[in-house]
């Protein structure tokens, strides 16, 4: 009985210790005139300010462009040294979940095939939310 008592009070005392709160932030690029065919374009996205330390728990991305339909483009997302594909030109994943959101992000973008394309497509603007979770302890803000 008395185990029970102290690890509830335990229990109860690390809860209010530590305490965790979701964060949201969008980071967003403008667009450009793609026209090279099988080259990665690159999309730096930082934040404008110092995020606290924080741990993805998702991420959504929308890539944007002029034209209502765009051949299959090829998405990728990369984020300290790691990168991983993204399936479309919008979506949510969570294969970045548990890594820290601090950092610089790019988001990658291919058209298929290869040489120069006159026409082009038109990118509007690429856009990232990152959704992340704060530990936070007694006495930080």
């Not at 209502?68 to 979940?97: E, N, Y």
Request: aromatic share 8%.
């Amino acid at each position: 009985m008395q185990w029970r008592q102290l690890s509830l009070a335990l229990l109860l005392f690390v809860s209010q210790w530590g305490k965790a709160s979701s964060v949201s932030e969008t980071l967003c690029h403008s667009g450009q005139h793609l026209t090279q065919r099988g080259m990665w374009y690159n999309f730096p996205l930082h934040s404008p300010q110092p995020r606290p330390p924080a741990r993805i728990t998702q991420i959504n991305w929308q890539v944007r462009f002029l034209a209502s339909s765009v051949p299959q483009i090829d998405v990728m997302l990369c984020h300290r040294g790691i990168c991983h594909r993204l399936a479309g030109l919008s979506g949510v994943s969570q294969q970045f979940r548990g890594i820290d959101s601090e950092g610089a992000w790019q988001l990658q973008l291919r058209l298929p095939g290869s040489g120069v394309d006159t026409l082009g497509e038109q990118l509007v603007r690429v856009c990232l939310t990152l959704n992340s979770q704060v530990n936070q302890t007694r006495g930080t803000p």
